[in-house]
Each structure stands twice: as structure tokens, then as C-alpha cells.
């Protein structure tokens, strides 16, 4: 069973910035992709930007394409996001994630057979 660690979150301000991070213990073999997805109350849960360990390819949704920017732990099996310009509907609840396939459609990307972590809340307001 993988474990994680996640961090990063908090209260930032509209238009500010915060850099998740996300710390795994050994992966599967077949589990060879990492990244986040982000869950706001009362809403379906929505994948963000993953990272492929095989070719070291970056997938972003296209909500948080020109403002997150994901990037390897080079220390170990894990990911960093970085945030910027949030806004107040960034707020939700975090996850970092590992899968054995990544899907990108229509914008969209998500893992398959995933795992993931307990969350970092993440709360945008003035």
C-alpha cells in the first residue's frame, strides 16, 4: 500500500501563490504515474496535473494549465504544484495520487487504478 505525505496548503489571499508537496513511499512497478486532483465541497472530484516517471511527460487540465506548474521530487518518489494567481474557486481539498495510466480528453485528465493520499486544504479568500 503507498503511503503519502502530502503539504503545502493553507489560507492565501486572491492572486497568491502556494507550492503543494507530495512524498510517497515505494511505488509498485506498474504504478508509474504521480500528480494531483482536487476535491471543493459539494463537487465531483477533478483531476489536475499528473507527471509520467516512464518519459517524464506533464499533464495539466485545462481549468489550471497557465497557472500550476507540477515538477519531480528529484529527492524521491514525489511531485510538487505549484500555484499561482489563485482564485477564491481554487479552494478545495487537495490530493496528491499515483496511478498505473494517465487519460487526457477534452481538456480532462485523470489517473487509472489509482491511490492517493489524505488531502491539503486549500482555501482562497480575502
Known amino acids: 500500500q503507498v503511503q503519502f505525505v502530502e503539504s503545502g496548503g493553507g489560507l492565501v489571499q486572491p492572486g497568491g501563490s502556494l507550492r503543494l508537496s507530495c512524498a510517497t513511499s515505494?511505488?509498485?512497478?506498474?504504478?508509474?504515474?504521480i500528480g494531483w486532483f482536487r476535491q471543493a465541497a459539494g463537487k465531483e472530484r477533478e483531476g489536475l496535473s499528473y507527471?509520467?516517471?516512464?518519459?517524464?511527460?506533464?499533464y495539466y487540465a485545462n481549468s489550471i494549465k497557465d497557472r500550476f506548474t507540477i515538477s519531480r521530487d528529484t529527492a524521491g518518489n514525489g511531485v510538487f504544484l505549484q500555484m499561482r494567481s489563485l482564485k477564491p474557486e481554487d479552494t478545495a481539498r487537495y490530493y496528491c495520487?499515483?496511478?498505473?495510466?494517465?487519460?487526457?480528453?477534452?481538456?480532462?485528465?485523470?489517473?487509472?487504478?489509482?491511490?492517493w493520499g489524505q488531502g491539503t486544504q486549500v482555501t482562497v479568500s480575502s
Open positions: 507527471y509520467s516517471f516512464n518519459d517524464g511527460s506533464k
Open positions: 515505494e511505488l509498485p512497478s506498474d504504478y508509474f504515474a
Open positions: 495520487e499515483v496511478g498505473t495510466g494517465i487519460t487526457y480528453s477534452g481538456g480532462k485528465v485523470r489517473l487509472l487504478r489509482s491511490s
